[in-house]
């Protein structure tokens, strides 16, 4: 097993626990919230900082100067007056590479698979759910009202689609953007848990 595992993922759709698990069954690391805490070590900003811009869009300046600045590293004069969103989202963007260079792993969400677009040894999967059986998850994990949960989950996605659409050259949760999508709420956790399992082994088997 060499596979690197992204999953894109609406919130309520269980993508966390799914991810999780796939990452149980092939005995490799899982990486969410994991991930700030190593962007915080490895970058030097304060674990804080990074959750506060965790998978939020940012309305500051070009994304293409923030690429400018990524292919001439840090050094460049303009990472000096790159807001703290870019620099933060930058400094994620390494750690996810370093992770990825590490061996096989399972990393959920932060833009994973525009990270590791160059990657060979790469699976980019997306999972999403009915509305009714995202807020039915969300009033019981967070143990909200009906309302509270489809308002928890309606700023949560836009969150996540305005940060990876910004950040990346791809749209968030369109099919051509993934190898494959799922849709949870069909399957339950442990049936899209065993869909992602078999679609792995396929595709390690035909390298």
């Given at each position: 097993m060499n596979t690197i595992i992204t999953i894109g993922r609406q919130f309520g759709s269980a993508g966390r626990e799914i991810g999780e698990k796939v990452a149980e069954y092939f005995g490799i690391k899982y990486y969410d919230k994991e991930l700030l805490t190593r962007a915080a070590k490895e970058s030097g900003f304060c674990e804080e900082m990074i959750q506060n811009h965790d998978e939020r869009p940012t309305n500051s300046f070009l994304y293409n100067l923030v690429m400018d600045t990524y292919s001439f590293g840090y050094n460049a004069s303009s990472f000096v007056d790159m807001p703290i969103s870019h620099k933060v989202f930058l400094a994620q963007f390494d750690t996810i590479k370093k992770i990825a260079d590490e061996g096989p792993c399972v990393i959920v969400g932060r833009c994973a698979d525009?990270?590791?677009?160059?990657?060979?040894?790469?699976?980019?999967?997306?999972?999403?759910?009915?509305?009714?059986?995202?807020?039915?998850?969300?009033?019981?994990?967070?143990?909200?009202t009906e309302q509270k949960a489809k308002d928890m989950m309606n700023k949560k996605d836009k969150q996540r689609q305005s940060y990876y659409n910004y950040y990346s050259s791809k749209k968030w949760g369109r099919a051509d953007s993934y190898d494959l999508c799922i849709n949870s709420s069909v399957l339950g956790i442990e049936g899209t848990v065993r869909l992602i399992i078999q679609f792995v082994e396929d595709f390690e088997g035909k390298k």
């Open positions: 525009y990270a590791l677009s160059e990657y060979k040894n790469c699976v980019h999967l997306f999972i999403y759910g009915d509305e009714a059986s995202k807020i039915k998850r969300i009033m019981e994990v967070y143990n909200l």
